[in-house]
Structures are given as structure tokens and as C-alpha cells.
């Protein structure tokens, strides 16, 4: 079943405690797991595999409203040789220094070649991206990646709860 499944943060994290409708996630909970993204966007942390081997590195995504998630890397890093191989991803946003809130978002990532998306995203970066990408968006350098959500565990402190959302297909 998709939805908001809330379980134990003490004991047995798997007991299931119930659910809310997957078909709709409360304003209020979205715009909570976008703060903490947004808020920890400098402390995260994303997931590759290559091969069976999983490689986990810090990046700093750029997150939208409506939980679209952009993560820009060089065209030529392993990232994406290993996303070529298997799009399955993890990211993974702690708040620092306690990691009180946190959220990891399960899912794939795709490349995106499309000039105007990356212009786009370009100018919502929170960070300068021409101290790595000096001929800008249009650089062939310049990879834009985009995180597609298939599940989202996140928590607002260590003592709530252990939300997951899973969004519905389309």
C-alpha cells in the first residue's frame, strides 16, 4: 500500500503504526520534508552502486517546492558513468550537528540534456555554480541529474516518529 506509513522510533522500527490516504500527502508534512532538504542541502549525502559495490558521496541538491530534486555534477564524474549502469539512488539530508531531522529520499536518477532545464535550475541554485562550471549551463562539463521519488523516510527530531511517504504512480 503507498502512503504515509508512521512507525516506532523506539523498539522495533518496523511495527507498523498506521497510514494516511497515498493518493494525498498533507501541505504541511510536504513543506516540512522541503525544509529539511532545503535547510540541509550543504549535508547531504548520495548513493550510487557500482557494481555490487555501493559509493555514497556529499553533494549539495537543489530542491523545489514541489520535492523535484536536482543534483549538477562534471558529465565526466563516476557518478554518472555509475547512474548509466543502474539509476537506482539514495539521498540522504542530516541536519548537522545533532542529525535531529533528517530525511532520505529513495528513488532513480536520471541525466537531463534538456539547455533550458539546466538554465533553469542554474539560476535556482542556492551556491555558485560557475566556480565549477565557468562557461555556465551551457558547458559540456555541465550535467544536470534529476532525482525521481519512490520513497521518503524522514523524521523532524530524534523523538518523533519514523515517517515514510511513498508518493503514488501516475
Excluded at 529539511?36 to 550510487?48: G, K, P, Q, V, W
Excluded at 548537522?96 to 539546466?118: F, H, M, W, Y
Excluded at 541554485?125 to 566556480?131: M, R, V, Y
Excluded at 549551463?137 to 530524534?158: A, G, M
Amino acid at each position: 500500500m503507498k502512503g504515509v506509513y508512521l512507525q516506532s522510533n523506539a523498539g522495533d522500527r518496523n511495527t507498523y503504526i498506521g497510514e494516511r490516504n497515498s493518493l494525498y500527502m498533507d501541505s504541511s508534512d510536504r513543506q516540512k520534508i522541503v525544509a529539511i532538504m532545503r535547510e540541509n542541502s550543504l549535508h547531504a549525502y548520495f548513493a550510487t552502486t557500482d557494481g555490487d559495490q555501493p559509493r555514497v558521496r556529499p553533494v549539495s541538491p537543489i530542491v523545489e517546492d514541489d520535492l523535484s530534486i536536482w543534483i549538477t555534477t562534471f558529465s565526466t564524474s563516476r557518478k554518472v558513468t555509475q547512474l548509466k549502469n543502474n539509476p537506482r539512488v539514495c539521498l540522504t539530508f542530516v541536519e548537522q550537528p545533532s542529525g535531529d531531522k533528517a530525511v532520505t529520499v529513495v528513488g532513480k536518477a536520471e541525466i537531463v540534456p534538456n539547455l533550458e532545464e539546466k538554465k533553469r535550475i542554474w539560476n535556482l541554485a542556492t551556491f555558485d555554480l560557475s566556480e565549477h562550471f565557468p562557461d555556465g549551463p551551457e558547458s559540456e562539463e555541465f550535467c544536470l541529474l534529476k532525482v525521481t521519488v519512490d520513497k521518503i523516510e524522514w523524521r523532524d527530531s530524534w523523538t518523533s516518529r519514523l515517517k515514510i511517504y511513498e508518493p503514488s504512480p501516475e
